[in-house]
């Protein structure tokens, strides 16, 4: 029985999680109408945020579950990726509930978390399998070879796909988290009336570059204002969506072929964009190839997700101490 808590970016987030795949409970505060104010997340307002809501957020989750406290096998927390401030308030909090209580402490790495969301819903699904991971801050492909042992082949040289998401949303007057927005005009616009760049990187075939496609955006824009002409934010949105989910596709299908693997899953908040969603479930069907996707309120931040990882890392025996720090810029594989 695992209370897991997230707070590594714009989500105070608890849950309890029983033997690693039954979510007793799942409650996220989120911030998102706050920051929409200032067009994107402003950390040190987000840290505040946290601190106000984390205790009753707990306790909610507590209470949904229908379990003590003291029932509690293990506390999972984030401890990075993420934006500092946001990060020690979770990880205070935890280490605080630890110390008082004596139930173990479990560190979890919050892209970890992204990929087993994967196992919540899909009760099958065991390693190995390739996993795009897909968010606000993060781009990578990973090979998930057992339980907690993973390998980046491929990640972004420069902007996330969520961020990519996000700017342009923002260069046509959508607001943030652009994400959800772009997703939902594009079902308006022709995916087929601009052409974007595909990037490639040359020396890895996994890699990824979106800043390229976002500033190809932003040109397309500037060129329609400068000779008058209006811009048809659907057609932008739905050209643009369409050129990030041609190179998630490909790099995804291309790494699946090349590690001999039979299963593919995607992860982070990008993976809930219903077009990505249906061009990999439409591609992996005609290769063979078994897709794994979570539900949307899986793939954005939450904490059942870290709850999940945390099992996984617990019952392999891992334990943190109470000198367990926030590291912003914590690395996949590493401890
Ligand atoms: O995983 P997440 O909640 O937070 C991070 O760990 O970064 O991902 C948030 C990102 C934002 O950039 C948001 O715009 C994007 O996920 N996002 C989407 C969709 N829903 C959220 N992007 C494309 N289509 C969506 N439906
Ligand atoms: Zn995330």
Redesign the pocket.
Known sequence: MILAIES??D?TAAAVVKNGREVLSNVISSQIALHTLYGGVVPEIASRKHIEKINQVIETALLEAGVPLERMDAIAVTYGP?LVGALLVGVSEAKAISFATGIPLVGVH?IEG?ICANYIENKDLEPPFICLV?????SHLVAVKDYGVYEIIGRTRDD????A??KV?RAIGLGY????K??KLSREGNPEAISFPRAKVQESEYDFSFSGLKSAVLNYLNGCKMKGETVCAADVAASF?KAVIDVLVEHSLHAVKEFGYEKFAIA???A???S?REALAGRCAREGVRFYYPS?VF???NAAMIGTAGYYEFIKGVKSGYDLNAVPNLKLGER
């Open positions: 590594s970016c989500e993420g919050h992204h897909v968010s606000g801050g993060h996330a796909a969520g961020e998401f996000d949303a988290p652009g994400g959800p772009i997703d969506q982070g908040g990008v809930s964009n219903s990505l949307p793939c954005t931040d």
